[in-house]
């Protein structure tokens, strides 16, 4: 029952904090998402990339550390649900999943005691020789510490896991990105040129 309860408790906070906000923002990132792509290839005077360093950028996959310093196209267009889903993230992994897990050790603990207290009260009714109920304290007071460590143990798993889950965005988009990176790449003419390439004085 408490182990199907912290699923329940862990599935609807990661819901309501990650998913909900995500599913909200997803749009928003695809309304944004040809702005932000224009933006690359507008002049050099509107803030666009030199030819050459857009170029480059496509051809590694939208990423690239140049004279200009770093620039991730995949991380850019990430931006619009990053920034909606980063509170309910933190909300999530750093407050909620710790507090259920804290809650569902407790409650663990409290079910161990009280088994223990009813199993050494019907020994004593029944008069069961005294070394099994050391053997039962000793036991019940390992497993209660065992499940008092639970939550320590399991957070730091779970930051680990989310730093890496929070890692896999921006790779994803640049696989769904790549046959747009690669057409930009194979660009060729005069025209395209021109558009990337600062007016020369």
């Known amino acids: 029952m408490a182990a199907r309860e912290l699923t329940e408790s ?50 590694r996959n939208g990423v690239f550390n140049g004279t200009a310093g770093h620039r991730d196209f995949n991380e850019e267009l990430f931006e619009p649900v990053s920034r909606q889903i980063a509170t309910g993230w933190e909300r999530a992994f750093q407050r909620r999943v710790p507090g259920i897990l804290a809650c569902f050790a407790a409650k663990s603990r409290n079910l161990l005691n009280g088994f223990h207290t009813a199993a050494v009260a019907r020994a004593k009714e029944r008069r069961t020789n005294v070394a099994g109920m050391t053997v039962l304290v000793n036991q019940t007071r390992a497993y209660s510490q065992t499940l008092a460590d639970i939550p320590t143990q399991l957070t730091a798993t779970i930051t680990e896991l ?40």
């Not at 965005?169 to 025209?191: H, V, W």
Request: with cysteine.
């Open 162 to 201: 989310q730093r890496e889950a929070s890692r896999a965005f921006t790779p994803l988009i640049g696989e769904a990105m790549t046959q747009a990176y690669e057409i930009c790449t194979e660009e060729r003419g005069a025209l395209s040129r021109r558009d990337f390439l600062p007016t020369v004085q």
């Open 10 to 59: 862990i599935q609807l906070s990661l819901q309501e904090h990650i998913f909900e906000c995500a599913n909200q923002a997803i749009p928003t990132a695809i309304n944004a998402a040809v702005e932000t792509a224009s933006r690359w290839g507008a002049h050099r005077s509107q803030g666009g990339l030199c030819w050459s360093t857009y170029k480059a950028t496509c051809r």
